[in-house]
């Protein structure tokens, strides 16, 4: 195979595109962003061109509304990015299960024309990574007819799935600049204390799954005198280093990858970059495997700790939405939820804070009218809020009602006993 490369424009790679074409956009932190500017400045010769991604980092120009006859985004994710486009209708969202997008991609549900990726430069074998994201874009490259790469020096090697020879990239650009950053600000009190409530329900020799944001970095450093700890997840960022770098995360417990972190993308700063390149403790792999609950299920107290928007007095959970108002996606909550429960000693964790920014109850009588179920009632076990843990599992919804109402804010409790009585007809 061809070790070697003929670099082009950025204009002249994306002359592949035509219009009604459907591309695949590198996922997370791996946005290749002189691609998507030289794409969108051909907006007045394309029409109807279909993207895909999951969130994608950084400024999109393609979402503004005066690129909408020539571009149609279809989230299989939203990110804050793509919120406004998807609420005002310029925009599609699907929903969907992580661990299930990459079959979209196989059996041709979503045809790939064209991938658009952000990969590390060659080794002297002639292979690129994947970097931060393998997750779905690793699929997404081998359905696509034409893969369109940035080559850049930023992005880090990492090992497992995410590799691909440079024989295989149609059109090579050449760029160097660093890659988003996300920088999370310090936990609130509300955000420690929930980190405090999680971190007392992990056992030692866990295996954790967490997301991005203030409450799950609060539970990683209230994990500071626990042992033997494993990873295994989606994602996660700079939090998780410390409990690496001071021994309390070993993953020698593990069934699947023993000694290894296993996920499928990061997000975080620079130095989260610079831990993982070249990082044999960590294994990015495709997120159909992670996120594959017989997968999850085999390691051992697999606790997984998920966040919502919403949650009502039965235990549903709704995540995506805000009403009728997409803000997000199902994402990978589900597969590890369920993985989780499956998991022997498994604990599966819903996080969030009591309220809103606003001062509204994220403990509900019931859910907003459109809101989506992302987590069944009968799939839930632990909702923890800066007020304590509810254990749901098993229970009725009288007693699960009960138990929701002691972890909603003390502003809101006498309401939702109410409201409980007089709509949902339970007594104690």
Not at 69 to 91: C, H
Request: glycine residues 8%.
């Amino acid at each position: 195979m061809n070790n070697h490369y003929r670099a082009v424009s950025a204009e002249e790679a994306v002359s592949l595109v035509q219009s009604h074409h459907n591309i695949f956009i590198h996922s997370v932190a791996a946005p290749p962003l002189s691609l998507i500017e030289a794409l969108v400045a051909r907006a007045c010769e394309l029409q109807g061109v279909h993207i895909h991604h999951l969130h994608v980092e950084g400024n999109l120009p393609y979402f503004e509304e005066q690129y909408a006859s020539s571009f149609r985004v279809n989230n299989l994710f939203t990110g804050a990015n793509a919120r406004k486009a998807v609420q005002e209708g310029r925009a599609d969202y699907v929903p969907i299960f992580l661990s299930e997008v990459p079959n979209l991609f196989h059996k041709k549900l979503i045809p790939l024309d064209v991938a658009f990726l952000q990969l590390s430069p060659p080794d002297k074998h002639g292979y690129c990574s994947f970097g931060t994201s393998v997750d779905v874009s690793v699929a997404a490259s081998k359905n696509a007819r034409y893969i369109i790469a940035e080559i850049n020096p930023k992005m880090p090697r990492t090992l497992g799935d995410g590799i691909i020879h440079i024989s295989q990239v149609h059109k090579v650009v050449e760029v160097d600049r660093p890659l988003p950053q996300h920088i999370l600000p310090a936990p609130t009190e509300v955000e420690r204390k929930i980190g405090e409530f999680v971190a007392g329900i992990v056992e030692d020799g866990a295996t954790l799954q967490m997301g991005i944001g203030v409450i799950p970095d609060a539970v990683l450093a209230s994990l500071t005198s626990h042992k033997e700890l494993g990873i295994h997840t989606e994602m996660f960022a700079d939090g998780l280093i410390p409990l690496i770098e001071r021994g309390i995360v070993t993953n020698e417990h593990k069934v699947k990858h023993r000694g290894r972190i296993v996920s499928g993308f990061v997000m975080g700063s620079q130095y989260l970059y610079d831990y993982i390149d070249d990082n044999p403790l960590i294994r990015m792999l495709e997120i159909d495997y992670v996120n594959d609950v017989d997968v999850i299920r085999q390691n051992p107290k697999v606790t997984a700790i998920n966040s919502a928007i919403e949650v009502d007095l039965t235990g549903q959970v709704c995540a995506d939405s805000i009403g009728t108002k997409i803000y997000s996606g199902v994402g990978g909550q589900m597969d590890f939820i369920r993985g989780a429960s499956l998991s022997e000693g498994g604990k599966p964790i819903i996080a969030l804070p009591s309220t809103t920014s606003k001062g509204e109850s994220r403990i509900t009588s019931i859910l907003k009218q459109g809101a989506g179920v992302v987590t069944t009632r009968a799939h839930v076990h632990y909702v923890v809020t800066e007020y304590g843990v509810a254990y749901l599992y098993g229970k009725n919804l009288r007693d699960r009602a009960k138990q929701l109402i002691e972890i909603a804010h003390p502003a809101h409790r006498e309401r939702l006993e109410r409201e409980a009585k007089e709509i949902l007809h339970y007594h104690w």
